[in-house]
C-alpha cells in the first residue's frame, strides 16, 4: 500500500549567517537533514515543528515565513511512502543549549539510534553533504537566497 509520508523542517539561521544541520544515524544509516520530522495524525504543520524542535534539540521556535513545500515526487528511504515536506524559516525562543560540532557524524556516546547538530554557514553549505533529495533542493536555494543578499 503507499501512501503520503508529510514532514516539516526548520530552517534555523543564526547571526552569523549559519544554518542549522542535523547529522543523524538511525541503525547503521547515516544521514545529514534540517532539524524536524514527521507529521503526526491530528497535527498541523506549524505544532509539528514545534514538538519536533522540542523533541530534537528541546527549544521552542517562533515560525517566520513558509520557505519550500516539495513540488516534485520523492519516494521514502525508509518505506513505501511518498514524502512531502514542508520547510519554514523559523528562530529560537532562548540561546539554544546543544552541543555544537564541527566534523559531520562527529556523534557522542552509541545506540541505535545518535544525533548531533553543526552550524553551517550557508555560504559554505556542501549539497552533497545533505542527504535527502528534498533537502539538498532546499539547501541549494537557500544557498541561492543567500548569495543574492551579499
Known sequence: ?????VRVY?????QHDEVLVSDEEEYGFRFSKFPGGGLEFGEGLIDGLKREFME???????????????DFFEKSSFNDSQVISVYYLVKEKAPL???FKDTIYDFDGSGEILQAFRWVKIEDLNIEDITFKTDKTVAQLLKNQYSVKV
Do not use: D, K, P, R
Request: hydrophobic letters at 45%; a negative charge; one cysteine or more.
Open 97 to 99: 543549549q546543544l552541543a
Open 1 to 5: 500500500m503507499s501512501y503520503f509520508n
Open 10 to 14: 526548520g530552517l534555523l539561521i543564526n
Open 56 to 70: 530534537e534539540c528541546n527549544a521552542e521556535i517562533e515560525v517566520l515565513s513558509h520557505f519550500y513545500t516539495t
